[in-house]
């Protein structure tokens, strides 16, 4: 028996399932590529010949996405990414006193104390620091992103860049480029440069205690891991599954809420091979103007978002 994760994020889609000592049984790591829906039905898809419904006996949604995802499977949990971070960090070890989690298209800090949160920082404004402004330079360099960190670790001399803004950030690295400078040194330059942004940026305020986690897709760059550990001092920790561990977390929480209720909503994995359909209107019912979107499994709503007000989701008809 099984406890199934899906963190619906701007960048990629996870689903994990856990057994009942917590640890993952398999995985899976998806693009979500602007259409959140066909991201999680394609990871059940994979599920659905290995495994069978009656195996899962909860779910739980994160990310961005997880209303809709929580829609689509019948999830018995809905949990914001700080707390999923969380309760996966503790629950790899319970000492953690700051997590780190750097995704595809934004970074955050959670800082706790006795096993709770206490404090949370989220930077979602700008793009510089997170995995897509990598990506981006890691192809603009044709290098693959695999060894970005590798490259950066070469560096003898750190080139210094702009790092407070993704675009001052691009070309400051081509006008080093042009300069001559050394490939690695601009790529260690970069690193650091990110690692300042997110410390005077999402970091502003926040005391970083150790024991330090650091989480997201990002922490795969050993060159990121390395500028955050000169920068702060001290030894920076990354968990073997870092990169899944919102979705490890939303799956532990699912997993307490049905031990208490006793049935999982989860709708089976037939759910990969049904036709959603979106669509959008605008409510005239009030001055906001709300633009509602209704996800539609044939003629049933299984889902509708976007209003302020809950007049739309709460009933979940149009």
Not at 95 to 112: A, C, P
Not at 178 to 201: F, H, K, P, T, W
Not at 234 to 259: H, L
């Amino acid at each position: 028996m099984y406890y199934m994760g899906v963190d619906v994020g701007s960048v990629s889609t996870d689903i994990v399932l856990i057994d009942n000592s917590m640890k993952i049984v398999d995985k899976i790591y998806l693009r979500t590529k602007g259409r959140p829906i066909k991201a999680v039905q394609n990871g059940l898809r994979m599920f659905k010949d290995k495994y069978d419904t009656k195996q899962i006996e909860a779910v739980g949604t994160t990310g961005s996405g997880r209303h809709i995802a929580a829609a689509l499977v019948g999830a018995d949990a809905v949990k914001n990414e700080i707390t999923a971070h969380a309760v996966a960090a503790l629950t790899v070890d319970k000492d953690v006193k700051t997590i780190i989690e750097i995704g595809g298209q934004d970074s955050k800090i959670i800082t706790l104390k006795g096993g709770v949160v206490t404090d949370f920082a989220m930077n979602t404004v700008c793009a510089a620091g997170t995995g897509s402004f990598l990506d981006r330079q890691a192809e603009r360099l044709e290098i693959p992103i695999e060894k970005f960190g590798e490259y950066a670790l070469k560096s003898t001399v750190p080139v210094r860049i702009a790092g407070r803004c993704a675009v001052f950030a691009e070309s400051d690295m081509i006008h080093k480029q042009q300069l001559g400078y050394n490939e690695s040194d601009i790529i260690m330059g970069l690193c650091e440069a990110l690692v300042r942004n997110y410390l005077s940026n999402v970091g502003k305020g926040k005391e970083i205690q150790q024991k330090v986690f650091f989480q997201g897709g990002v922490a795969a760059n050993t060159g990121i891991r390395k500028a955050f550990e000169d920068s702060l001092g001290f030894k920076v920790y990354i968990p073997e599954n870092y990169d899944v561990m919102g979705a490890i977390g939303s799956a532990i929480i699912a997993a307490e809420g049905v031990k208490k209720r006793g049935k999982t909503s989860f709708k089976g994995f037939d759910i990969a091979d049904r036709e959603f359909v979106s669509q959008s209107f605008e409510c005239k019912g009030c001055p906001n103007r709300c633009e509602v979107v209704n996800i539609k499994d044939g003629s049933s709503v299984v889902g509708c978002f976007g209003d302020r007000c809950g007049k739309w989701s709460e009933k979940m008809i149009i």
